[in-house]
């Protein structure tokens, strides 16, 4: 396997957007009021599912009341690595450049890592204390720190926050606080380069704090916007919006301030419609709400990849007629495909799948409706890379892990084969505690060897 330079790497792992000739056959967008479709929530203390549930003045008395979230996993682990590292995220110094078999990151043996979250082109981890390590590409400041890039090192500016929760996009990193409240640095770029971080600010070196939110409880990213969702049921989200990814009229006269800053998203319908949670493909986003019984998407869809039976883009959400009954807990995107996981652990797919990358032996170039993935079962989590797919897996007292879909780069640690289907990782009978795709790498939390 030949190395890459840092330009060909970043221009693999960014998930390009569309080109000028499937952009100039794209369909004429739509517009549709919502149906019921399908989900799950992050808040702890004050759960955001349950205020569909409530007066609308008992609502407001909870929104008020002091958030408090929790990390998704308490549970310390090993960091683990594997495939492309040719801009420093694998994590191991400036001479290894990719690796086909997960290698140990010893860096983090003291620290207590409870969570792993992998971007195009760099990670950052979570602690048992609330703390953040980034390491990777930093050339548009996406690891918040200064320092050697190709080796971990702590995010700064955070010391007086408890974070628990990460997300990581191509050159943005985002954090929310146990308090409900989100940072963010790096910046986003599109079709021209670096359109920005915020108004006023092309490239953030450090955490700053997004004034404008409050009471978050779910964060999420694609390559380059972001979506959150608060307390009351709101989704805001803000970024590039060229593919439709932010759900929103932009207006053109102020299109960088406008899309810079965090706005909700109005919605044709009868009612008000609450979202409990937010999930993001490169340029596509999902939202879930209404007690998992609606599901629905928006952004660029040229495979299928909003699950809409169709390939038309569409700029606002739609909801997705979705073939299970049992509500959605965690949703996944890459570049141009999407996978979501049901409260009965089962996984479907949809979207592009030309590299495998729906682990549908029959889906030929794309599959637009979510079809389920029969090959595997008591899925417990899910993540999605550029072209390829992590399942964590519940079999035999303990977790596995399963990969499908372009491997050439080795982030499916197998000997850098592509994987039509779901394949089980070769990590020796260890329990994962949690796995993250990123552009061409996978990043894995293992539970130590006993003694």
């Known amino acids: 396997m030949g190395k890459q330079t840092r330009s060909q790497a970043q221009a693999k792992a960014r998930t390009s957007p ?3 000739a499937a952009a100039d056959s794209k369909p004429a967008k739509k517009t549709s009021p919502l149906r019921r479709s399908q989900s799950a929530s992050t808040a702890k ?11 609308s003045s008992q609502q407001s008395h909870q929104s008020k009341a002091k958030l408090s979230l929790a990390p998704r996993n308490t549970e310390p ?6 495939g492309s590292g040719d801009c420093g995220q694998l994590g191991f110094g400036t001479d290894v450049l990719e690796k086909e078999r997960p290698g140990r990151l010893k860096y983090f043996d003291d620290k207590e890592v409870v969570d792993v979250v992998a971007g195009g082109l760099h990670n950052i981890v979570i602690t048992r204390n609330g703390k953040l390590y980034s390491w990777g590409c930093n050339d548009q400041k996406a690891l918040g720190r200064e320092g ?5 090192g702590p995010v700064e500016g955070l010391d007086h926050e408890f974070i628990v929760n990460v997300a990581c996009g191509d050159s943005i990193s985002v954090a929310l606080t146990a308090t409900g409240f989100v940072y963010a640095w790096g910046t986003f770029r599109d079709n021209n380069g670096i359109f920005g971080f915020a108004p006023g600010i092309k490239v953030q070196d450090r955490p700053r704090k997004i004034e404008d939110l409050k009471n978050v409880v779910h964060i999420s990213a694609g390559a380059n916007h972001v979506v959150a969702v608060t307390l009351d049921g709101k989704a805001y989200t803000w970024g590039v919006g060229e593919q439709g990814q932010l759900g929103r009229k932009i207006i053109s006269r102020h299109i960088v301030d406008s899309s810079l800053t965090p706005r909700s998203i109005n919605f044709r319908s009868s009612r008000r419609v609450r979202f409990h949670n937010a999930f993001c493909g490169a340029y596509h986003t999902i939202l879930i709400g209404e007690q998992g019984k609606m599901m629905c998407s928006f952004g660029l869809n040229n495979f299928g990849q909003l699950g809409q039976g169709d390939t038309d883009e569409y700029d606002n959400p739609q909801a997705i007629d979705v073939p299970f009954s049992s509500g959605v807990v965690q949703v996944a995107g890459g570049e141009h495909h999407t996978i979501a996981l049901t409260e009965k652990m089962q996984v479907y797919a949809f ?6 990358q729906l682990g549908l032996l029959d889906a030929g170039t794309a599959v637009s409706t979510p079809t389920r993935l ?22 035999n007292d303990t977790n596995s892990l399963y990969g499908w879909g372009y491997g050439e780069m080795g982030q499916l640690a197998n000997d850098s084969q592509d994987a039509p289907e779901p394949e089980k990782f070769e990590i020796k009978g260890r329990h994962v505690i949690a796995a993250s795709a990123g552009g061409q790498h996978t990043i894995m939390l293992l539970r130590p060897k006993s003694e």
């Open 77 to 82: 682990g090993e960091v683990w690595v594997v």
């Open 351 to 356: 979207g592009r799948g030309d590299s495998g």
């Open 374 to 395: 029969e090959s595997i079962e008591n899925v417990v989590s899910i993540s999605a890379g550029g072209s390829f797919c992590l399942a964590i897996v519940s079999e």
């Open 18 to 20: 569309p080109t000028a």
């Open 148 to 152: 050697e890039e190709t080796e971990p």
């Open 45 to 55: 203390d004050v759960d955001a599912a349950d205020m569909d549930l409530m007066p």
